[in-house]
């Protein structure tokens, strides 16, 4: 399990709620589905033995822009 510091107070919830106190921590846990949403919902902080780690997958209501050139402007 990774920290939960300045994660938002429903995500630190859960984790408490899953049982993990520490860092590195592990947990043998009911195969439930309510235990399945809970590591769903912090799947980025926790690794689930026995299943491949996928990437997390990008917004896919990103908005890329361009680089500024203000920067470029100033100087000459």
Same mark, same amino acid.
């Given at each position: 399990m990774k920290s939960a510091i300045g994660?938002?107070?429903e995500i630190k919830a859960t984790v408490e709620s899953l049982g993990f106190?520490?860092?590195?921590?592990?947990?043998?846990?009911?195969?439930?589905?309510?235990?399945?949403?809970m590591l769903r919902r912090v799947s980025f902080l926790v690794a689930v033995e026995g299943e491949p780690w996928e990437r997390p997958?990008? =917004?896919?209501? %990103?908005i890329w822009r361009a680089r =500024?050139?203000? %920067?470029?402007?100033?100087?000459?």
């Open positions: 994660a938002r107070p106190r520490r860092m590195n921590q592990t947990r043998e846990l009911p195969d439930n589905p309510a235990v399945r949403g997958q990008r =917004s896919r209501y %990103k =500024s050139t203000k %920067k470029h402007k100033r100087g000459n």
